[in-house]
């Protein structure tokens, strides 16, 4: 399994952006695809997960109303819709993916893909 992300780059606050993540080969069992981000003398938090079975999501409550995770099957691609963007989103955000239906809060990817950059400027 392959995981590439972009969509990141300099925005001001209050902007949007929407973050893509490719996914190649996933066979045909159950993935939950998410994304964390990690900025800065931070740790890593995790953000959304989003099932490529039946779609089911989960959001962190800290994103909920300004993220949205959702999922292009046929594009084998996961997006995460940011709004109202914030100085203190400025982050490396990385898509990763487990072999499992979605866990909410306990999703624990073995796949990882690179980072892409998101800053915000006041």
């Known amino acids: 399994v392959q995981l590439q992300a972009s969509g990141g780059g300099l925005v001001q606050a209050g902007d949007s952006l929407r973050l893509s993540c490719a996914a190649f080969?996933?066979?045909?069992?159950?993935?939950?695809i998410g994304w964390f981000r990690q900025a800065p003398g931070k740790a890593r938090e995790g953000l959304c997960v989003?099932?490529?079975?039946?779609?089911?999501?989960f959001c962190q409550d800290f994103v909920k109303g300004r993220f949205t995770i959702s999922i292009d099957n046929a594009k084998n691609t996961v997006y995460l819709q940011m709004n109202d963007l914030k100085p203190e989103d400025t982050a490396v955000y990385s898509c990763?993916?487990?072999?499992?239906?979605?866990?909410?809060?306990?999703?624990?990817?073995?796949?990882w893909g690179q980072g892409t950059q998101v800053t915000v400027s006041s």
């Open positions: 080969g996933f066979t045909s069992d159950h993935y939950a």
């Open positions: 990763a993916a487990e072999k499992s239906p979605v866990r909410r809060a306990k999703f624990s990817p073995t796949y």
């Open positions: 989003i099932s490529n079975r039946d779609s089911s999501e």
